[in-house]
């Protein structure tokens, strides 16, 4: 019973803080942009990325930071109480939202399994300066079909894909830009992100979720352009892949060179008028200022870790009752 009442009351917390604040960023995350502003399209995929996963990632600490080690070291296991109705009823709620995560990132895995294997019967080894392996997709026309003309696939062993179409399309200074664009992919980990984003299951998140894919795609072009050249080059590659037809690939865990018609023309646009300075900005000073506040807040929990734990215990089991 002790077990039980446990898992019971720690899963009710996770739910309780989850949801809440998955609610409050499927429906404020649009005001971000007037808050805070990155100086780089990096730097806004990763901002979108934190807000994305925060409260997944809250609930989790929380609950086994605090809800867990309160319940467990302050909670008498001799004592006969039940559950409790509403504990049960939350710790249930909390075991189907984390089962729908789970079945939806593990079929998004196996679809691109699937798909990956498909693609990659036939293929050949390009030689390439790429830091991740590139292949050659058959030219079968059942695979030739289905398959991307250019794409990274793929979340432990990401590898990207070209078709033949692409290589016969696209200049070597092109075919090089674009295939620097699907390494930046592979190296931000970009379809592992989408698998978190499966994982953290909670309606309303499709918009922020867009909005992270069109700011990598741009940080992806920023990593592939070193000067107003490559930027040409990557501006003719995406032009001319688009003609091939083929979009975004259909399996969840790849990102495609285009990520969808509607934002062609802003990339091209943007790569046309690159600018070194623009391009080159960093974001990392910005952790500079966060660090401070990080340390405070740590020392804080630190100091108070043993009143949290008693005024949460005392929460518990109001919530038991």
């Given at each position: 019973m002790f077990l039980a009442r446990c898992?019971?009351?720690?899963?009710?917390?996770?739910?309780?803080?989850?949801?809440?604040?998955?609610?409050?960023?499927?429906?404020?995350?649009?005001?971000?942009?007037?808050?805070v502003k990155p100086r780089t399209a990096r730097g806004s995929a990763d901002l979108l990325f934190a807000l994305r996963m925060l409260p997944f990632v809250l609930a989790a600490?929380?609950?086994l930071v605090f809800a867990l080690p309160s319940f467990l070291l302050l909670e008498p296991r001799s004592t006969d109480e039940a559950v409790g109705t509403a504990p049960l009823m939350l710790g249930?709620?909390?075991?189907?939202?984390?089962?729908?995560?789970?079945v939806r990132s593990a079929s998004a895995q196996i679809r691109t399994s699937r798909a990956l294997t498909k693609w990659m019967d036939g293929s050949t080894v390009m030689d390439s300066a790429a830091p991740v392996p590139v292949f050659i997709t058959a030219r079968d026309a059942v695979t030739a079909r289905d398959a991307p003309s250019?794409?990274?696939?793929?979340?432990?062993?990401?590898?990207?894909?070209?078709?033949?179409?692409?290589?016969?399309?696209?200049?070597?200074p092109e075919l090089r830009?674009?295939?620097?664009?699907?390494?930046?992919?592979?190296?931000?980990?970009?379809?592992?992100?989408?698998?978190?984003?499966?994982?953290?299951?909670?309606?309303?998140?499709?918009?922020?979720?867009r909005a992270w894919s069109e700011q990598s795609e741009l940080a992806a072009d920023d990593a592939a352009v070193l000067c107003f050249r490559d930027a040409l080059d990557l501006a003719g590659a995406l032009i001319k892949v688009s003609r091939l037809g083929t979009w975004q690939p259909q399996a969840e865990l790849t990102t495609g060179l285009l990520h969808s018609s509607t934002a062609l023309g802003t990339?091209?646009?943007?790569?046309?008028?690159?600018?070194?300075?623009?391009a080159s900005a960093t974001h990392g000073t910005s952790w500079r200022y966060a660090l401070p506040s990080l340390c405070g807040t740590l020392f804080v929990l630190v100091a108070t870790y043993g009143s949290v734990l008693t005024g949460l215990h005392a929460v518990t089991e109001w919530l038991v009752r």
């Open positions: 898992a019971a009351i720690s899963l009710a917390l996770f739910v309780l803080l989850y949801v809440p604040a998955s609610l409050a960023v499927s429906r404020g995350w649009g005001l971000l942009p007037q808050v600490v929380f609950t249930l709620c909390c075991l189907g939202v984390l089962a729908a995560g789970a250019l794409t990274v696939a793929g979340v432990r062993d990401p590898k990207v894909l070209v078709s033949e179409a692409a290589i016969a399309a696209l200049t070597p830009a674009a295939l620097k664009h699907e390494a930046a992919h592979a190296q931000s980990y970009d379809n592992l992100k989408k698998l978190l984003f499966r994982l953290a299951v909670f309606p309303g998140m499709a918009g922020l979720e990339r091209v646009q943007r790569l046309i008028s690159w600018k070194k300075n623009s």
